[in-house]
């Protein structure tokens, strides 16, 4: 705390010391109970588990006499060990809850030393006394890997959307060519090359599947951008970029083959039904 370590989302800093050193905010005095006592959260954890992902929201618990006592989020921890915890002030804990003696989570800086070695050398001699050492690595990837295994399902759906979606998108393009079957045959009749009417289809369906990616990148931009200049985002361009031009790719094979089908069926049925 005294050299402001972890990475902040957002905090209710307001002088200098506090926007250096946001852990100062839990030594702010608690005024009346209204108001609540300073707490400080994970962000996933305020907004997933509590839905509170607000500075400024407040949260009710029970002290050590099953009294309700309000907290106040003062601070949003980024990516943090701490999810699922509550983190209040020294002064306010035992004030709150004095019938809890001793410490049970311990923050150990290995220094220079090797962490695995670290944490042998305290599971050790203290292993019988119920002491369980974990790296911070391990404990952070124990919950991404929760948060990752999310992710991975919504993907999967969106893929399956995105499946479906473009089986849609052929249908719909094959449909619209062969309804306008009379139309382009009367085009062939009057002169027009098959190669010329075949480009002229493939632009249309070019510029409206252009259109339909753009309109789509600016909505998920307006969804996204708020998480993505806070940092608590990044961009896969790489596949996000793949996926887009599949979307594109497959959307003008769809049209070519309807256009090559269409323009290779015999001119006059076709005029006869126009």
């Known amino acids: 705390m005294e050299r402001g370590g972890f990475a902040w989302a957002m905090s209710d ?10 852990w100062l905010l839990l030594d702010a005095p608690a005024g009346n109970d209204a108001e609540g006592r300073p707490v400080v959260l994970d962000f996933n954890t305020a907004m997933y588990s509590l839905h509170k ?69 305290l599971e ?6 119920g002491f369980d050492a974990e790296l911070s690595r391990q404990r952070l990837a124990a919950f991404f890997a929760i948060q990752n295994t999310y992710l991975s399902t919504f993907q999967s759906l969106g893929g ?32 027009f090359r098959q ?3 075949a480009r002229l289809v493939m632009i249309e369906n070019a510029l409206l599947l252009i259109g339909g990616l753009a309109v789509g990148i600016a909505a998920a931009l307006v969804a996204v951008l708020p998480h993505w200049l806070s940092g608590g985002a990044e961009v896969p361009w790489l596949s996000l970029a793949l996926t887009l031009a599949l979307v594109l790719v497959v959307g003008l094979l769809a ?20």
């Open 13 to 22: 800093a307001q002088t200098p010391e506090q926007k250096q050193n946001p």
């Open 53 to 121: 992902g607000q500075i400024g929201d407040t949260l009710s618990i029970d002290d050590g006499s099953g009294r309700a006592v309000t907290l106040r989020i003062v601070g949003l921890l980024k990516n943090s060990i701490f999810q699922g915890d509550l983190l209040i002030g020294e002064r306010a804990f035992l004030e709150l809850f004095p019938q809890v003696s001793g410490y049970r989570f311990f923050l150990v800086d290995t220094g220079n030393e090797p962490p695995a070695q670290v944490q042998q050398a």
């Open 124 to 129: 050790g001699p203290l292993g019988d006394y």
């Open 160 to 191: 399956l959307g995105l499946l479906l979606g473009t089986f849609g998108l052929a249908t719909v393009q094959l449909r619209s060519v062969l309804e306008r079957r009379g139309e382009l045959a009367i085009m062939r009749a009057a002169g």
């Open 195 to 197: 190669a010329l009417l």
């Open 255 to 274: 049209g070519l083959v309807a256009v090559r089908a269409t323009l290779r069926a015999e001119l006059l049925p076709a005029l006869r039904q126009e």
